[in-house]
């Protein structure tokens, strides 16, 4: 290397560059310099630094990703979305609408290296499940939702949801939809209501229940069917109990199956005539099929009130443009549009009254817009340990086989 | 075997050797590179991922470090190993019925119907189009068929041959069943390829020396076929062993009919144990290596391929 070369000011600069941010291990095994297999296996180490939101770049560059569940917004005959081009029509913000979250759990599979490292996963949004959104919040992984910058969101956002367990106060957390868990039914089967859990039980029914496979909507149910309070104090006891009797039913074949969403597709069948079913679910089943077959009630012991929730990675360059996009979802008007399709509950005041406008049938549906007294029945659960989430996951999985 | 025929084709066959080298080893590169990152690198990656141990610092859900915590392998396989009897015993079923379902098939397509090449042909269609339709909707058709309201279910209960509160999806039954229909192209047509090679006059030469039809079958039709026999039982067991979609709940299994794919699915997914999913991944690897190797040593097909 000749020395005219070292005086060079842009190789200077390299230097000093190279200087200023020293090689960590990390960064040298994520660099593209490194390996392939080491950077595979440097991927899959946990972050233990702290994380920092990405530069926000919203202002110049106006697009946006959001990673969302299939059916789970409003759409038309030639499959766009109205109120997303609506949002584009009036912002000029791009948005890029994916049905990336067929469970919560798939969707972090696929997005977990990059978000423990704190990089951009592809998406600036992303509508995870309150179990799934609490593991977010307590790593670390998303930034700050600024509620404070969305005024849509601040006056909106209904009582019930603006303190949550593993959130309090709203800070890094929206709710896009809520629902409830309870008993779903054939009424070909029982034209009587099902109105509690242990009716599940009988044996009658061996073989044709279902229930859900996320031990949250599952054993928040039956913890309440034992006359547990889940959002107020239990521990391993009361889990451990419901666990036990879980065991039972799985072990004398009463359980056909535990099931996500596809639990529909078995009261089509016939496979089974009762199962734990999300509220939206059944008015959907019952929608489509142009009849009442299938009735949906929260056990009198008590039903589970979940949301699906708006987050922003770490690493997402464009927060800005997200909290314009979550904002526009306060509006009673926009929300009891997307409400008006997806059929669950939406956390937005003043959708009600804008649903009469669109279907004066719908905005009396309690499911969609649940009076007090089904609220007060539906609870939440309390906030979960990491410790906890591990046990209680790892016991349910075990319970699920029998 | 490909190179070596490059390199005798070569125009200057005195050429020095040393760059005819280069070449192979240039058009192995490839294939090198390939097999490094695809099978080595995620192998290296599993194994190490099959040590690890908790995160002393994070007790959250999939917070792991490197180690070496060999008990992980005790642990997981105490607490699994039904599964792992379970998928084996449902592989080696669903192996053995489709062997016995097709090689009749193979041997309609390959032997009998050789006078009859356009029937040949359209068996042979017959066979490969369930491929033209994605494996998970076969699957999901199959789970609607023997639906509780299926005609399946209802023609059996009707006939007294199912009680009236069985079921046959979330049954052993429907997912060896499963597996069986899934994998049976993959046994038909290697039985296929061998069958349709076989010299007929060997079989005029068995009847010529007095040996009964069935003799002349195990002496010398199945010998001969044992090479497809021997790939299409590989190509089934191995695959119905580590599979996740039969058993699942979504498709044709219950609680009572997981297997190991499954419980991989459920430790990766579900618990972020990302140890023992993998010590659950080498384990069921080792096993079918040892079976399979095994197999094909008893099978002898050293000689025959």
Known sequence: MSESMKQDPRFQALIRQAAASPMTRRSLLAGAGGSLI???LAACTPSSNTLTPAKDISDTDKKLAWANWPYYIDVDETGAYPTIVAFEAATGIKVTYEEAI???EEFYAKVKDNLNLGKDIGYDIMTLTDYFAARMVRQGLVQPLGIEDMPNASKNLLPAYQDISYDPGR????????GMTGLAWSKAW????LT????????ALKGKIALLDQWTDTMAVIMQSQGVDISGNWGDDEYNAAIELLTKQVQDGQVRAFTGNDYTELFKSGDIVAAFGWSGDIFTMNTEAGSDAWGFQLPTTGGFLWSDNFMIPMGSPHKKNAQALIDYYYQPEVAAQVAAYVNYVTPVAGAQQAMESIDPTLATNEFIFPTESTLSRAKALRQITPEEDKKYATLFEKAKVG | MAFAAFADTSEKKSAEPVKKSRVVILMLLPGLAYLLLFFLAPLVSLILTSFMAPDPNSMDMGQFVYSFQWQNYVTVISENWSFFVRSFGFAILATVIALIVSYPIAYFIG???RPWPAIQAFALILVIAPFFISFLLRTLAWKQLLGDDGWVVTTLKSASLLPADGHITGTAFSVVFGLTYNFIPFMVLPIYTSLERLDMRLLEAGRDLYASPSTTFWKVTLPLSMPGVVAGTLLTFI????DFVNASSSFLGGPGTQMVGNQIASNFLKI???PAASVLSVVLMAVIMVIVSVYVRRAGTEELL
Do not use: M
């Open chain 1, 38 to 40: 080491l950077a595979g």
């Open chain 1, 102 to 104: 067929p469970t919560n």
């Open chain 1, 171 to 178: 800070k890094y957390s929206l709710p896009w939809q809520s």
């Open chain 1, 190 to 193: 029982s034209s009587a209501n």
């Open chain 1, 196 to 203: 509690t859990v242990d009716q599940l039980w009988d044996p």
């Open chain 2, 111 to 113: 032997v009998y119907a």
């Open chain 2, 239 to 242: 695959p119905a062993s580590g």
């Open chain 2, 272 to 274: 972020l144990d990302y």
